[in-house]
């Protein structure tokens, strides 16, 4: 059964980068047709998807952060990042990492348990 | 972007009745030429990551209780639980992928009556 991890600061300051990383476990990232995504969530409120990235290094962004967000991978590591550039208090949430099932399920099947970034000054 | 709208906002149902929650999407989600609504169905408790109900509208996700149900096409859809139970109490999204970005509803909260 695959899972998924969040990890990374649960702290960073205004206009710095946010950093985070997935990784995977229990099954081969490469191992069926996924794409590995980002979604985030402000405390009390719903739900935002970031964007998300192909084994191939496909990436497809929200237009709404596109200019601030890079998703990587690296699937010898079985990780993919998210960096967000020049945060500010609007990107106080919690980051999910999560796998969409292009194959089978067309959905979020599986999610990581989230990590909170706040962002301060 | 296609905005998801999701009626009521909460609701409180007794045990074992029924729960109803509606779902508009700003444009079509349907794949005419597959017949395939993008629309998928989230549950999420408190503390908890989102966990996939249902999706392409009506597909229950394996291992999820035949007491959830999807239902609707083009624009209008309904996730129904049949008989609340206690552990149903939490916040449901829709969610729309037939275009990007992908969107989520607001959120419905499913209380105990």
């Known amino acids: 059964q695959m899972q998924l991890q969040e990890s990374g600061p649960g702290l960073v300051k205004t206009s710095q980068t946010l950093s985070l990383t997935c990784t995977v476990s229990g099954a081969s990232m490469s191992s069926g047709s996924y794409y590995w995504s980002w979604i985030r969530q402000p405390a009390g409120k719903g739900l935002e998807w970031i964007g998300h990235i192909y084994t191939s290094g496909d990436t497809y962004y929200n237009a709404s952060l596109k200019s601030r967000v890079t998703i990587s991978v690296d699937t010898l590591k079985s990780q993919f990042s998210l960096r967000l550039y020049s945060v500010t208090a609007a990107d106080t949430a919690v980051y999910y990492c999560a796998r969409w099932d292009n194959g089978n399920d067309d959905a979020f099947d599986v999610w990581g348990q989230g990590t909170m970034v706040a962002v301060s000054s | 972007d296609i905005v998801m709208t999701q009626s009521p906002d909460s609701l409180a149902v007794s045990l074992g009745e029924r729960a109803t929650i509606n779902c508009k999407s700003s444009q079509s989600v349907l794949y005419t030429s597959i017949s395939k609504n993008y629309l998928s169905w989230y549950q999420q408790k408190p503390g908890q990551p989102p966990k996939l109900l249902i999706y392409r509208a009506s597909t229950r996700e394996s291992g999820v209780p035949d007491r959830f149900s999807g239902s609707g096409s083009g624009t209008d859809f309904t996730l129904t639980i049949s008989s609340l139970q206690a552990e149903d109490v939490a916040v449901y999204y829709c969610?729309?992928?037939?275009?990007?970005?992908?969107?989520f509803g607001q959120g419905t909260k499913v209380e105990i009556k």
């Open positions: 969610q729309q992928y037939y275009s990007t970005p992908w969107t």
